[in-house]
């Protein structure tokens, strides 16, 4: 199947900085990505629908100036946790679509102290 | 619209014996439907995957499901359940009715005895 690369692995911040995940279609061009985020023992939830060159659609409730998500080619997209806080520390997993099926990041793993 | 629904939120086995993990969708289109497993800190693994093919999917480690329209199931069993089995297993839906959006279920842990 296609591969889809997520960065970091892990993340350590301090509050209020910023992070940045980056998310990579390695095998094809994605149009659209996803980008989920997991509570501990939980199912994932989808936070925004990222398509190439527009901007993204976020779920409600998922604040869009806090979760920047920037599409800006066929095979990246990136999400930027701005002014992070310990509520934020969670595992967020991208996903790209080609057609007919989704391909996922191995997720990234963000711990805000 | 789209949906999932894993049935159980914990299955616990003896090792050797059968898995089964439940799955039920809803969907106005045709579904593509996936298993997937995570493991504790872990991203995750495709199992399997039905895409309007053969209704018997078999996967990897031994595992696999079935595509039932007329019930809108696509449940997830294997003969013999391995210790590491253990993890996390989530069921997840797209169709072009959900704008082929991955709708992922809430998940089911599955525990396996010695």
């Known amino acids: 199947g296609a591969v889809v690369s997520q960065h970091p692995s892990w993340v350590i911040c301090k509050s209020g900085t910023s992070v940045k995940i980056e998310c990579r279609s390695l095998d094809f061009q994605a149009t659209t990505m996803f980008w989920y985020r997991q509570f501990p023992k939980q199912s994932l939830m989808l936070m925004a629908t990222?398509?190439?060159?527009?901007?993204?659609?976020?779920e409600q409730g998922v604040e869009k100036d806090k979760f920047l998500i920037n599409h800006a080619s066929l095979t990246l997209s990136t999400l930027t946790v701005t002014s992070a806080h310990p509520e934020d520390s969670s595992f967020y997993i991208c996903?790209?679509?080609?057609?007919?099926?989704?391909?996922f990041g191995q997720g990234t793993r963000l711990t805000v102290v | 619209a789209q949906s999932v629904t894993q049935l159980d939120s914990h299955v616990s086995v003896s090792e050797g014996t059968p898995v089964l993990l439940r799955c039920n969708y809803s969907?106005?289109?045709?579904?593509?439907l996936f298993w997937y497993v995570q493991h504790p800190n872990k991203g995750l693994q495709l199992l399997l995957k039905y895409t309007s093919a053969a209704t018997l999917v078999k996967g990897i480690n031994g595992f696999e499901a079935e595509f039932k329209k007329s019930e809108t199931s696509f449940h997830l069993t294997k003969p013999s359940a391995h210790m590491s089995d253990a993890a996390e297993y989530f069921c997840?839906?797209?169709?072009?009715?959900?704008?082929?959006?991955?709708?992922f279920g809430r998940g089911t842990s599955l525990i396996v005895h010695p």
């Open positions: 997840v839906v797209t169709s072009s009715g959900g704008s082929y959006i991955p709708t």
């Open positions: 990222s398509n190439e060159g527009s901007k993204a659609t976020y």
């Open positions: 996903s790209a679509r080609n057609r007919y099926e989704a391909f």
């Open positions: 969907s106005s289109y045709s579904p593509s």
